[in-house]
């Protein structure tokens, strides 16, 4: 591997490493997820200063062994400093990362939903949204997410105005037929055709769908129930307890 690495990367994740130097995890499209320290950026007002959630071409330099980079240089293309002015956009963006960095593939799809959901929220979108349409997308690719059009466990087509179930040996949203969850995951018609139709469209077009604030609260609160089951880590996120979607 080549020592000096040009990559288009956003930051997931910052911290202090020692007294000194900050560790920052990048996410790249082409490389994935990798560890990179800055050095003296904890105490020199002239070391390199990457907020979290930026994102750029970032210069880092391969140290030799297995995940040993340090960042040389970032071209800044977009800082996004406004998630980290308020509360709930920071609490989806630190959910977004962490779902990130749970996921066993980091690729070019993934990196697309990431930053595009984390623009939405700089733009001003109610975070309640961004978050429905990035859980919903991120399900998607993994493929834990099933289909809005037929149930998964019987193969039966839903009816237009039929109630949604979940069957937790399947790990799927069902017909209440197959529903073994003691219905506790409740999807009514308009809700499931809002999704589905969220499910195909890119994060900015589906934040255009129109939804009242009521449902939104509703398909929120859904979505996280779904999302804290059907995901096989724990989320520590939502265990937070700084969101009521219970």
Not at 34 to 45: C, F, M
Not at 125 to 134: L, P
Not at 189 to 195: E, I, K, Y
Not at 233 to 242: F, H, K, N, Q
């Given at each position: 591997?080549?020592?000096?690495?040009?990559?288009?990367?956003?930051?997931v994740?910052?911290?202090?490493?020692?007294?000194?130097?900050?560790m920052?995890?990048?996410?790249?499209?082409?490389?994935?997820?990798?560890?990179?320290?800055?050095?003296?950026?904890?105490?020199?007002?002239?070391?390199?200063?990457?907020?979290?959630?930026?994102?750029?071409?970032?210069?880092?330099?391969?140290?030799?062994?297995?995940?040993?980079?340090?960042?040389?240089?970032?071209?800044?293309?977009?800082?996004?400093?406004?998630?980290?002015?308020?509360?709930d956009?920071?609490?989806?963006?630190?959910?977004?990362?962490?779902?990130?960095?749970?996921?066993?593939?980091?690729?070019?799809e993934?990196?697309?939903?990431?930053?595009?959901?984390?623009?939405e929220?700089?733009?001003?979108?109610?975070?309640?949204?961004?978050?429905?349409?990035?859980?919903?997308?991120?399900?998607?690719?993994?493929?834990?997410?099933?289909?809005?059009?037929?149930?998964p466990?019987c193969?039966?087509?839903?009816?237009?105005?039929?109630?949604?179930?979940?069957?937790?040996k399947?790990?799927?949203?069902?017909?209440?037929?197959?529903?073994?969850?003691?219905?506790?995951?409740?999807?009514p018609?308009?809700?499931?055709?809002?999704?589905a139709?969220?499910?195909?469209?890119?994060?900015?077009?589906?934040?255009?769908?129109?939804?009242?604030?009521?449902?939104?609260?509703?398909?929120?609160?859904?979505?996280?129930?779904?999302?804290?089951?059907?995901?096989p880590?724990?989320?520590?996120?939502?265990?937070?307890?700084?969101w009521?979607?219970?």
């Open positions: 591997m080549e020592r000096d690495i040009k990559s288009l990367a956003v930051v994740r910052s911290g202090k490493k020692g007294e000194r130097d900050r920052l995890t990048l996410f790249s499209p082409s490389m994935g997820l990798l560890d990179a320290t800055v050095y003296g950026a904890q105490k020199s007002a002239k070391a390199l200063q990457v907020p979290l959630y930026s994102e750029g071409s970032f210069s880092i330099y391969h140290m030799g062994g297995p995940g040993r980079y340090s960042l040389k240089d970032a071209d800044i293309i977009a800082d996004r400093h406004a998630i980290l002015e308020d509360i956009l920071s609490v989806a963006a630190s959910l977004f990362s962490e779902l990130v960095m749970l996921a066993k593939n980091t690729d070019a993934l990196y697309r939903l990431y930053v595009d959901s984390l623009d929220l700089s733009f001003g979108m109610g975070y309640k949204r961004v978050v429905i349409a990035f859980v919903i997308h991120f399900l998607n690719i993994f493929g834990i997410l099933g289909g809005f059009d037929f149930c466990v193969q039966r087509d839903y009816q237009e105005d039929e109630v949604l179930g979940y069957n937790s399947d790990g799927v949203v069902c017909c209440q037929a197959c529903d073994d969850f003691s219905r506790a995951l409740i999807l018609p308009n809700a499931r055709r809002f999704l139709r969220t499910s195909e469209l890119p994060v900015h077009d589906a934040m255009l769908l129109n939804i009242s604030t009521e449902q939104t609260d509703r398909v929120f609160s859904y979505v996280l129930r779904l999302l804290r089951t059907v995901f880590s724990r989320i520590r996120t939502l265990e937070a307890g700084l009521n979607f219970v």
